[in-house]
């Protein structure tokens, strides 16, 4: 298959599973870490390290995390915010080591309640030995406020990844 057959047929796909979760409210993050490709990846896998980074705010923090790190094996991360407690929880669609994972993502802060889960996709490229593009794409919201209160909390987690497995 030619280089551009494969990044057509590569987009097609991407356009049918957007479509599939109503990609017209999407949340992009994009960002360059100091951290090889596989650690970024298997950051997302180790309840302990995500503990660390899935804190959307200031003062936020994850007292529980539990991963089945299988596609269809499942996840939940318990946000903490003063007393409230907020579970964030998914399904793992996609495990393809170092590149990419995909996940559907199912918020509290999702409104009104979502009639589906909405779906997470993380890709990994690596740029050199320790420096790696993080690309974050959300899709599936209700309706605009529920997307836009997903785009700072996304943010900070991938800004928080970076941070956090420095060293």
Same mark, same amino acid.
């Given at each position: 298959?030619?280089?551009?057959? &494969?990044?057509?047929?590569?987009?097609?796909?991407?356009?049918? %599973? &957007? !479509?599939?979760? !109503?990609?017209? +409210?999407?949340?992009?993050?994009?960002?360059?870490?100091?951290?090889?490709? %596989?650690? &970024? =990846?298997?950051?997302?896998?180790?309840?302990?390290?995500?503990?660390?980074?899935?804190?959307?705010?200031?003062?936020?923090? $994850?007292?529980?995390?539990?991963?089945? &790190?299988?596609?269809?094996?499942?996840?939940?991360?318990?946000? #903490?915010? !003063?007393?409230?407690?907020?579970?964030?929880?998914?399904? =793992? #669609? @996609?495990?393809?080591? =170092?590149?990419?994972?995909?996940? @559907?993502?199912?918020?509290?802060?999702?409104?009104?309640?979502?009639?589906?889960?909405? +779906?997470?996709?993380?890709?990994?490229?690596?740029?050199? #030995?320790?420096?790696?593009? $993080?690309?974050? @794409?959300?899709?599936?919201?209700?309706?605009?406020?529920?997307?836009?209160?997903?785009? *700072?909390?996304?943010?900070?987690?991938?800004?928080? +990844?970076?941070?956090?497995?420095? *060293?």
């Amino acid at each position: 298959m030619s280089e551009n057959n &494969a990044v057509s047929q590569g987009k097609s796909k991407e356009k049918a %599973q &957007a !479509g599939a979760w !109503g990609a017209d +409210l999407k949340v992009s993050v994009k960002r360059t870490l100091s951290i090889s490709a %596989q650690r &970024a =990846y298997e950051s997302w896998l180790e309840p302990e390290t995500l503990k660390k980074f899935m804190t959307p705010g200031e003062g936020m923090s $994850v007292p529980k995390a539990t991963v089945d &790190a299988r596609e269809g094996g499942e996840f939940l991360i318990v946000m #903490k915010a !003063g007393d409230q407690e907020m579970p964030h929880h998914g399904v =793992y #669609k @996609t495990l393809n080591p =170092y590149k990419e994972l995909a996940f @559907t993502w199912l918020s509290p802060f999702q409104q009104p309640p979502a009639a589906q889960d909405s +779906l997470v996709t993380v890709t990994f490229r690596e740029i050199s #030995k320790n420096e790696t593009e $993080v690309h974050l @794409t959300h899709v599936g919201f209700a309706n605009e406020e529920s997307r836009s209160n997903h785009q *700072g909390g996304w943010d900070e987690i991938v800004r928080s +990844l970076g941070e956090i497995t420095l *060293g």
